[in-house]
């Protein structure tokens, strides 16, 4: 399969005069008569329901994200302050494990991908020069797919006859989300949600396939493999991930669909249980590094913005993002030591485990080696840069003890997987992308925000991760199982800790979106084609020699065009791409 689709990508990449081919909104095709009359784009709401521009869809994307992320966030809170006292009754039991699954789902599939789509589509054809996606249509199809998702798996709770939330957890273990037994499992609820994930697995896919051919063939002739920009670098192999690994999903989904409403007997026979975990874990692993590289591009795009220099071993980060790419299909089986399976295969698993920390601390090493004796300047972009990094040496150390077999079989299925999951997801991702949201605010919006109050975000959601997160590592140390309503005595100190960080997490994210909204609408015009004074030290890139322009255009119509020229590579011009990692 792999052969097969490196062949496909090398016989697309060689077709004659394809990087000539540019995308007809009228409907035509390669090779046919260009009779398109460009129009005017519609206003207000058609023009949102009808573009294909990227960078319009790249703004739906990312108010979808964010939309998700408070739903799911809000259901964490109410978790959380239910969690404050052993013996509240705020919520039902078997309400709590409805939100227990939904949240996970709501932001692993439907603030995650999306939330990474939205930079990716906004960004990638500026960087790599592309006039839009390689297929602006499927673009558009691949995002107005996810409302549809989001209804289907959020359905439970909406006041629907006989429709239950579903209550498998986000994993969906077998023989639970078959229907069996006695429990309410059965529900059409847990259907409407596989259907759900179904559809943004097919979105996330035909995304991926956009991806890989807009960066393969849709790039500038001023833009080569050498000097590609590193943020590209980690959507192309995301999309790769994403290709290989979601429709492995989208089976496992259709054939669970199936035991529920047909009576086969995929997974609820013999040894249907492992085969769901092998299936759903071999999409599930790769899924955790689908959803961190795109933000370590975006953390290796901002802090030599604010370090002053460029980006420390820039080959040797590429080849780390490849190196992920490939290993991370290699260690589905290490959530699954506790299963009973073969000793000589778990040894295997934990060895692969522990080899791809290697490739994730090479990029810590250069994020740090970056900043070392820069220019640093503590904008709230790299705030959050640098908050991403402290936390992901958290989140990887914690997964480095749970990729060994004895450590694992101690910790599994306790609080310490959760904080060690949630300092990678919210530590490292949440972060990495506020980073993202503030760098390109200027970007998307001509407008500033509010420094302090962006300052304010930033503290409040570091304190707010650690102080939640480290608390669940410690409750996982003294043996508190996860996905429990309640929990004994001794565990009530540390619990009301982690809720305090939530509730300090929301408070944070109250203030982000109050400033977001606020600038977008009020906030003071940016006058300036480089708001962050990139040109001083040299660090200049694409992206803003676009805007530049855009503002030119709108200031003095028919202008002439500078000759400057921006770098594409992160911050190293295209001469100099061999010696880019002597930085």
């Keep these: 399969m792999g052969i097969l689709l490196v062949a496909v990508a090398a016989w697309i990449a060689r077709v004659e005069n394809w990087r000539s081919y540019s995308p007809i909104a009228g409907g035509g095709g390669y090779g046919q008569q260009d009779s398109y009359v460009s129009e005017e784009k519609p206003s207000g709401i058609i023009r949102w329901l009808t573009t294909v521009d990227h960078k319009d869809i790249g703004i739906l994307y990312g108010a979808y994200g964010?939309?998700?992320?408070?739903?799911?966030?809000?259901?964490?809170?109410l978790m959380r302050v239910e969690l404050f006292d052993p013996g509240m009754s705020l919520i039902s039991n078997t309400f709590y494990n409805s939100l227990l699954t939904s949240h996970g789902i709501t932001m692993l599939f439907l603030f995650g991908t999306p939330i990474l789509a939205a930079f990716s589509n906004y960004l990638v054809p500026l960087l790599i020069g592309a006039d839009d996606m390689a297929f602006p249509r499927i673009n558009a199809i691949a995002f107005w797919l996810l409302p549809p998702a989001?209804?289907?798996?959020?359905?439970?709770?909406?006041?629907?006859?006989?429709?239950?939330?579903?209550?498998?957890?986000?994993?969906?273990?077998?023989?639970l989300s078959a229907g069996v037994g006695a429990g309410n499992q059965a529900n059409a609820g847990v259907d409407l949600m596989l259907l759900g994930l179904h559809l943004s697995g097919v979105s996330a896919t035909m995304g991926a396939i956009n991806f890989i051919a807009t960066i393969f063939t849709e790039r500038g002739d001023e833009v080569s493999w050498a000097n590609l920009d590193i943020f590209s670098w980690t959507i192309l192999t995301q999309s790769g991930l994403i290709l290989f690994a979601f429709p492995l999903l989208g089976s496992a989904l259709v054939m669970l669909l199936f035991d529920r409403n047909f009576g086969t007997t995929f997974f609820s026979g013999e040894g249907?249980?492992?085969?769901?975990?092998?299936?759903?874990?071999?999409?599930?692993h790769p899924e955790v590094y689908i959803l961190v590289l795109p933000p370590m591009g975006i953390v290796s795009y901002v802090i030599p913005r604010f370090s002053g220099r460029r980006l420390f071993g820039f080959k040797f980060v590429v080849y780390s993002t490849l190196a992920i790419g490939v290993l991370s299909f290699g260690v589905w089986a290490h959530h699954m030591?506790?299963?009973g399976i073969d000793?000589?295969?778990?040894?295997?698993?934990?060895?692969?485990?522990?080899?791809?920390?290697?490739?994730?601390?090479?990029?810590?090493?250069?994020?740090?080696?970056t900043m070392w004796n820069g220019r640093i300047r503590l904008t709230t972009p790299m705030l959050f840069s640098v908050g991403f990094v402290a936390n992901f040496i958290i989140g990887g150390v914690t997964g480095v003890f749970l990729a060994s077999i004895p450590v694992d079989l101690v910790l599994h299925d306790t609080y310490y997987v959760v904080g060690h999951f949630h300092y990678v997801i919210m530590g490292a991702i949440g972060f990495a992308v506020f980073s993202g949201l503030y760098y390109w605010f200027p970007l998307y919006t001509d407008r500033?925000?509010?420094k302090t109050l962006a300052k304010a975000h930033f503290w409040l959601t570091m304190v707010g991760t650690n102080l939640t997160?480290?608390?669940?590592?410690?409750?996982?140390?003294?043996?508190?199982?996860?996905?429990?309503?309640t929990y004994l005595p001794q565990f009530a100190t540390m619990h009301q800790l982690a809720t305090v960080g939530a509730l300090l997490l929301l408070a944070g994210q109250v203030i982000f979106v109050w400033n977001f909204?606020?600038?977008?609408?009020?906030?003071?015009?940016?006058?300036?084609?480089?708001?962050?004074n990139l040109r001083e030290s040299g660090l200049y890139t694409a992206e803003w020699d676009w805007y530049d322009k855009k503002q030119q255009t709108a200031i003095a119509d028919g202008g002439e065009e500078s000759d400057e020229t921006a770098l594409t590579d992160g911050g190293q011009p295209e001469g100099d791409a061999d010696d880019r990692d002597d930085a």
């Design 150 to 175: 989001a209804l289907l798996i959020w359905a439970g709770f909406f006041p629907l006859p006989d429709v239950l939330p579903a209550q498998t957890a986000w994993t969906m273990y077998t023989p």
């Design 272 to 284: 249907g249980a492992i085969l769901w975990q092998h299936l759903f874990w071999f999409f599930g």
């Design 337 to 339: 030591f506790a299963t």
């Design 448 to 450: 500033m925000y509010q």
């Design 517 to 532: 909204v606020q600038s977008w609408l009020e906030g003071p015009k940016v006058e300036d084609g480089d708001p962050w």
């Design 469 to 485: 997160f480290f608390a669940m590592i410690l409750l996982g140390y003294g043996g508190m199982p996860r996905r429990y309503a």
């Design 66 to 77: 964010l939309t998700a992320f408070a739903v799911g966030g809000l259901m964490v809170v």
């Design 343 to 369: 000793p000589r295969l778990r040894a295997s698993f934990m060895a692969v485990s522990l080899a791809i920390a290697i490739p994730s601390a090479v990029k810590t090493f250069n994020w740090i080696t």
